[in-house]
């Protein structure tokens, strides 16, 4: 079939678009990397279920475990039950749980797999908390019922925290109960106002820098406890610093979705190599998953210009599916997932697929078509003809 299609632009009108038709980078067999990389895995909705999106949790299993499995096929670990699974944007706590718990299963049968679990609060209302010691109560719990699954824990940051806290020092008193007890070292979430207006603030205050003299103190008192930590604030600088900061051995696990290819390619500074280069912990590594583990066995092989030669091209369009409502990006990531033939509907929990508009769908469908992320051309094309007219528009 053809490879053209009529796409609208911000004018008001429509243009033939045609694809290059160029297959993605597709990483070597057995391909290893030098960087711990994780993808935050998104879920696919069940389109068929008797439930109402916007109030009830309705899960494909077999297509969201399918889905892991690619990933870890490809090298990459997953970041379970996070923000782009939807976590407090249509995904509860008991789906969640249910979620880490199948994810572990399957994660048994693939050998080498990485697996780590969103542990938050969401089960507590912000509005229901009172105190600091109902936070601590959230979070215990659900450490609790993950590690009793054999789950690694991710500390998810958590918006009941943000309400009640009235200083530093109510964060410090927080981290310093749950990572005391964990069982094995945890990833720390940062995650920025822009990710969600909730976490406004967060660790006391919202002066960033002020705010990381706190996270770090928290991670110095507790290195043994702490693998690394996530942050998510779309500022290369904030984590350059922070990361130069880090007691040795505790990883920058970078977040930043729109500079992660040369905050992963790193700047060699200091002695110890976590104090020069990121790890990852990303949500755009979903969608660009075969490029991102191909650039990955690149670099680990010592071929930095292949390196950014594959994943360069894919940060436009990261920035792109991550534009402000930065919120809203998961629904970007979902659907490249449908137009590459992971999923078999452009459905979301919480029908999160309405929220970014067809503007927003054509241009996305222009750069995954430049960062040569779209893996079966002709079916890319039907897909994004069907979503077209959906919208009234013939393309």
Same mark, same amino acid.
């Given at each position: 079939?053809?490879?053209?299609?009529?796409?609208?632009?911000? %004018?008001? =009108?429509?243009?033939?678009?045609?694809?290059?038709? &160029? *297959?993605? #980078?597709?990483? +070597?067999?057995?391909? @290893?990397?030098?960087?711990?990389?994780?993808?935050?895995?998104?879920?696919?909705?069940?389109?068929?279920?008797?439930?109402?999106?916007?109030?009830?949790?309705?899960?494909?299993?077999?297509?969201?475990?399918?889905?892991?499995?690619?990933?870890?096929?490809?090298?990459?670990?997953?970041?379970?039950?996070?923000?782009?699974?939807?976590?407090?944007?249509?995904?509860?706590?008991?789906?969640?749980?249910?979620?880490?718990?199948?994810?572990?299963?399957?994660?048994?049968?693939?050998?080498?797999?990485?697996?780590?679990?969103?542990?938050?609060?969401?089960?507590?209302?912000?509005?229901?908390?009172?105190?600091?010691?109902?936070?601590?109560?959230?979070?215990?719990?659900?450490?609790?019922?993950?590690? %009793?699954? =054999?789950?690694?824990?991710?500390?998810?940051?958590? &918006? *009941?925290? #943000?309400?009640? +806290?009235?200083?530093? @020092?109510?964060?410090?008193?927080?981290?310093?109960?749950?990572?005391?007890?964990?069982?094995?070292?945890?990833?720390?979430?940062?995650?920025?106002?822009?990710?969600?207006?909730?976490?406004?603030?967060?660790?006391?205050?919202?002066?960033?820098?002020?705010?990381?003299?706190?996270?770090?103190?928290?991670?110095?008192?507790?290195?043994?406890?702490?693998?690394?930590?996530?942050?998510?604030?779309?500022?290369?600088?904030?984590?350059?610093?922070?990361?130069?900061?880090?007691?040795?051995?505790?990883?920058?696990?970078?977040?930043?979705?729109?500079?992660?290819?040369?905050?992963?390619?790193?700047?060699?500074?200091?002695?110890?190599?976590?104090?020069?280069?990121?790890?990852?912990?990303?949500?755009?590594?979903?969608?660009?998953?075969?490029?991102?583990?191909?650039?990955?066995?690149?670099?680990?092989?010592?071929?930095?210009?292949?390196?950014?030669?594959?994943?360069?091209?894919?940060?436009?369009?990261?920035?792109?599916?991550?534009?402000?409502?930065?919120?809203?990006?998961?629904?970007?990531?979902?659907?490249?997932?449908?137009?590459?033939?992971?999923?078999?509907?452009?459905?979301?929990?919480?029908?999160?697929?309405?929220?970014?508009?067809?503007?927003?769908?054509?241009?996305?469908?222009?750069?995954?078509?430049?960062?040569?992320?779209?893996?079966?051309?002709?079916?890319?094309?039907?897909?994004?003809?069907?979503?077209?007219?959906?919208?009234?528009?013939?393309?």
């Amino acid at each position: 079939m053809s490879l053209s299609l009529k796409l609208p632009t911000a %004018a008001g =009108g429509l243009e033939t678009f045609t694809l290059s038709g &160029r *297959a993605p #980078a597709q990483p +070597a067999p057995g391909v @290893a990397f030098n960087r711990i990389a994780y993808s935050a895995a998104h879920v696919v909705a069940d389109p068929v279920a008797a439930a109402d999106p916007w109030l009830q949790c309705a899960v494909d299993w077999d297509a969201t475990i399918a889905y892991r499995q690619r990933l870890w096929s490809l090298g990459l670990g997953v970041a379970e039950a996070m923000d782009t699974a939807q976590r407090g944007m249509g995904l509860d706590w008991p789906t969640s749980l249910e979620l880490i718990r199948r994810g572990l299963d399957a994660a048994r049968d693939v050998p080498g797999a990485r697996v780590a679990s969103g542990c938050g609060t969401d089960h507590l209302l912000p509005e229901n908390a009172r105190h600091v010691d109902d936070v601590i109560r959230a979070y215990e719990e659900q450490m609790a019922a993950i590690e %009793a699954l =054999g789950g690694r824990l991710i500390v998810m940051a958590s &918006r *009941a925290l #943000a309400r009640v +806290a009235q200083s530093p @020092a109510d964060y410090e008193r927080v981290y310093d109960r749950i990572l005391s007890q964990a069982r094995q070292p945890v990833i720390l979430h940062w995650l920025g106002e822009m990710f969600d207006p909730a976490l406004a603030g967060y660790w006391g205050t919202r002066d960033l820098d002020a705010a990381m003299d706190t996270a770090l103190g928290i991670i110095h008192a507790h290195a043994s406890q702490v693998d690394g930590i996530k942050i998510s604030l779309l500022d290369k600088d904030k984590e350059i610093a922070m990361r130069r900061r880090l007691p040795a051995g505790v990883r920058m696990y970078t977040g930043d979705d729109f500079n992660y290819a040369e905050l992963i390619a790193g700047d060699g500074h200091g002695s110890d190599p976590v104090h020069g280069q990121s790890d990852a912990l990303l949500g755009i590594f979903d969608a660009i998953a075969p490029a991102a583990s191909a650039a990955l066995g690149e670099l680990a092989a010592g071929r930095v210009d292949r390196f950014h030669e594959i994943l360069g091209p894919t940060v436009p369009l990261s920035r792109h599916i991550f534009a402000a409502p930065t919120r809203f990006y998961k629904t970007g990531v979902v659907f490249m997932a449908w137009l590459n033939g992971h999923q078999s509907h452009f459905t979301m929990v919480g029908g999160q697929q309405s929220a970014r508009g067809l503007l927003h769908f054509a241009q996305l469908f222009r750069l995954a078509d430049a960062a040569h992320l779209l893996e079966q051309p002709d079916l890319a094309v039907r897909r994004m003809r069907t979503l077209l007219a959906l919208h009234g528009v013939e393309g």
